[in-house]
């Protein structure tokens, strides 16, 4: 069945230092995918989106591009801030099933 | 309301008791999808409406667990004979649709802990 690997956190960054969280999928089809975040206390929002291959999301200095050829949609910032630091999700959605399939999450913890 | 709202935040309940779950999704929205998330895990999907009706409900761990929308609105996951491998956090998500760019919007969850 379809599935999202994404890399085990956490993550512990210096204030202004670069971002990357991998992520990897397994569908069938042509998904959707995905990165939400959860700040502390808060409910999941989404972050950036993209729905066909070499398509790139972005929002908030966030990046990341679809990558049919290695099935994989990773996280990037170039200059993190100690207010991105929250619980990153990585997720699909594939038209066998209109549900959002996710990763476990990766803690991003940045340090002023 | 302005955003997805579920009630209660926090439910403690007794093991075996049955306990009830709400969910005020975006007015107009109607599609929405109940998850439920682990610590340490990624929100797990459980059920999914389209209207009145449950369009999925192969998330479902067993027949204790059952959802309804009666009126395409609001809906309530029951859990009935609760256990202690219940305890989890429950979220709602509603959207505008069901198609693959449709984004969910997600409640801030009921932590439910059965002791």
């Known amino acids: 069945g379809d599935s999202v690997t994404q890399m085990e956190g956490p993550v512990t960054l210096s204030e202004e230092a670069f971002l990357t969280i991998n992520c990897t999928y397994t569908?069938?089809?042509?998904?959707?995918l995905f990165w939400y975040v959860q700040y502390p206390g808060e409910g999941l929002q989404l972050l950036l989106k993209?729905?066909?291959?070499?398509d790139k999301g972005s929002n908030k200095g966030f990046e990341a591009t679809y990558r049919k050829e290695t099935t994989s949609f990773h996280l990037e910032k170039g200059s993190v801030q100690v207010s991105d630091s929250a619980v990153y999700f990585c997720a699909l959605r594939s038209g066998a099933t209109n549900k959002l399939i996710f990763g476990t999450g990766t803690l991003l913890a940045v340090q002023p | 309301g302005a955003g997805v709202s579920q009630t209660p935040s926090n439910k403690v309940t007794e093991k075996g008791k049955y306990v009830e779950l709400r969910c005020d999704p975006i007015?107009?929205?109607?599609?929405l999808y109940w998850y439920r998330q682990s610590l340490g895990q990624g929100p797990e999907f459980l059920i999914y409406f389209q209207g009145t009706g449950a369009a999925d409900d192969s998330g479902l761990p067993n027949d204790r667990f059952f959802a309804v929308r009666p009126e395409g609105s609001v809906s309530t996951l029951k859990i009935q004979r609760t256990e202690r491998g219940d305890s989890a956090v429950y979220l709602c998500?509603?959207?505008?649709?069901?198609?693959?760019?449709?984004?969910?919007?997600f409640g801030q969850g009921t932590r439910l802990t059965v002791v």
């Open positions: 998500a509603s959207s505008t649709g069901d198609g693959l760019n449709t984004e969910a919007f």
């Open positions: 007015s107009g929205h109607t599609a």
């Open positions: 569908a069938t089809g042509y998904p959707s």
């Open positions: 993209a729905t066909k291959a070499d």
